[in-house]
Nanobody, 124 residues
């Protein structure tokens, strides 16, 4: 699976951004696409996921502020980020996992396919 993120930028606290993840090359019908972020010196954090059946997951840190969505074919997955805080500053990645056995919206899968990342910087 090929994944390309875009939409990262510098934004003031309280602002909004929409990240895009363009996905192609799926082999199986069941897959999940998740957004992660990693700040310098921090562990990678799973933020939100959407499955091929449109089931979604949000971490507590973004629930109520971020919204994941996709087009019907899952060619593009968006992460709408509102009420941004300086602590949201990080490189944001999308990742994909495919399975013949079905999937749930869970960022703990062993993701093999990752995008290159897009930088989000939130100024105070």
């Amino acid at each position: 699976v090929q994944l390309v993120e875009s939409g990262g930028a510098l934004v003031q606290a309280g602002g909004s951004l929409r990240l895009s993840c363009a996905a192609s090359g799926f082999t199986f019908d069941d897959y999940v696409i998740c957004w992660f972020r990693q700040a310098p010196g921090e562990e990678r954090e799973g933020l939100s996921c959407i499955t091929s059946d449109d089931d979604v997951y949000y971490s507590d840190s973004v629930k109520g502020r971020f919204t994941i969505s996709s087009d019907n074919a899952k060619n593009t997955v968006w992460l709408q980020m509102n009420s941004l805080k300086p602590e949201d500053t990080a490189v944001y990645y999308c990742a994909a996992y495919q399975s013949l056995a079905g999937v749930v919206p869970d960022p703990s899968y062993p993701f093999d396919d990752w995008g290159q990342g897009t930088q989000v910087t939130v100024s105070p």
